[in-house]
């Protein structure tokens, strides 16, 4: 029945080089399959979310929805999350959340998968396509706990493998497949699963509820982890390391979240924003010095234009030493 309560939840994550495979993956869906289906993609704050419906809508005959205002999950729909909002299921229903970024990314892969273990154990399929980073691993890792089903993009056939990767890295996943394979693969789980319940572990209804309310207290934070000497790049808070499940997590109390990976990515932005002000800064000091030091030439100072000279030297060694940091954290980047 078109309304009836989907048996199976079946999440889907994807970054860069998402569209096409995406649009490959729910070419693959049909109504046969009990399942409700939901998907993140990272988008921009700017990307008009109603462009990626309609193209979308184009390769399915499922109807395919942007989420805003909760809505009941019903069988053989295709549930989007809206740029800049994150996706969370709670019960038999998606609504959108407005909590912070979790691995820099709102809507984020792990909020979803994290709600979908925590409402529908078992029942529960994730998916990870290409993308870069490592966005979904720490989801997809509660989704195995929770005894759901796993299953990543074969990173060979990726066009950014390091999603898939990251996944495989951490998890013993049930399938790494190309995406022409999917589909059967989800047909398989939903009629021959037999499905054993679960008991959720309280960290991830914690985490759960953290994200759906879009911000913990210090309290709650110091029950999932221990408070670090980091601090978070994002709004200066602390970071607490979570120490649940096997892949390291920071987060601080205001609900921004980051893998060792994201955070490391956002350190050497913030790194690379400072230098160049630094760099700008002693251009402009530089700038002054020599204005100063041809005023005394033209007026006979010799001595003092010498001075400045000096002092312009010194700031030309800065200037090359700053660019020589700056070169190789762009590099360190890049890798």
């Given at each position: 029945m078109e309304n009836a309560r989907p048996k199976f939840i079946v999440a889907i994550g994807t970054s860069a080089g998402g569209f096409f495979a995406l649009a490959e993956l729910i070419s693959q869906l049909n109504d046969?399959?009990?399942?409700?289906?939901?998907?993140?993609?990272?988008?921009?704050?700017?990307?008009i979310g109603g462009y990626l419906i309609n193209q979308m809508q184009k390769y399915t005959s499922l109807f395919c929805v942007e989420v805003d205002e909760p809505i009941t999950i019903t069988r053989g729909t295709i549930y989007f999350a809206?740029?800049?909002?994150?996706?969370?299921?709670?019960n038999n229903k998606v609504k959108s959340g407005c909590g912070p970024h979790e691995n820099r990314w709102r809507p984020s892969i792990d909020v979803l998968f994290r709600s979908a273990a925590v409402s529908c154990d078992g029942h529960a399929i994730g998916i990870v396509l290409t993308g870069l980073l490592d966005d979904g691993a720490s989801g997809m890792e509660a989704i195995k706990?929770?005894?759901?089903?796993?299953i990543v993009q074969d990173p060979n056939e990726a066009e950014y493998p390091d999603m898939p990767l990251s996944v495989l890295k951490e998890i013993n996943?049930?399938?790494?497949?190309?995406?022409t394979e999917m589909g059967a693969i989800i047909s398989d789980v939903?009629?021959?699963?037999?499905?054993?319940?679960?008991?959720?572990?309280?960290y991830l209804v914690k985490e759960v509820k953290i994200s759906e309310e879009?911000?913990?207290?210090?309290?709650e934070m110091?029950?999932?982890?221990?408070?670090?000497?980091?601090?978070?790049?994002?709004?200066?808070?602390?970071?607490?390391?979570?120490?649940n499940g096997s892949i390291p997590r920071y987060k601080c109390h205001t609900g921004h979240s980051y893998s060792i990976n994201d955070l490391l990515e956002k350190q050497n932005k913030?790194?690379?924003?400072?230098?160049?002000?630094?760099?700008?800064?002693?251009?402009?000091?530089?700038?002054?010095?020599?204005?100063l030091s041809e005023r005394d030439v033209s007026r006979g100072y010799s001595r003092a234009a010498s001075n400045y000279s000096e002092k312009i030297a010194e700031l030309d060694k800065h200037i090359d030493n700053l660019k020589t940091v700056l070169f190789a954290n762009e590099d360190e980047a890049k890798d």
């Open positions: 046969e399959m009990d399942a409700a289906f939901f998907v993140v993609m990272h988008l921009s704050k700017q990307s809206q740029p800049n909002k994150h996706l969370i299921i709670k706990v929770c005894g759901g089903t796993c996943v049930d399938y790494c497949v190309p995406l939903i009629n021959n699963k037999k499905v054993i319940k679960t008991i959720i572990p309280e879009g911000i913990g207290s210090i309290k110091a029950e999932l982890g221990k408070s670090s000497t980091l601090s978070c790049p994002d709004c200066g808070g602390v970071l607490f390391e979570l120490n913030s790194l690379e924003s400072t230098l160049w002000i630094a760099l700008r800064t002693i251009e402009e000091k530089k700038k002054l010095l020599t204005q």
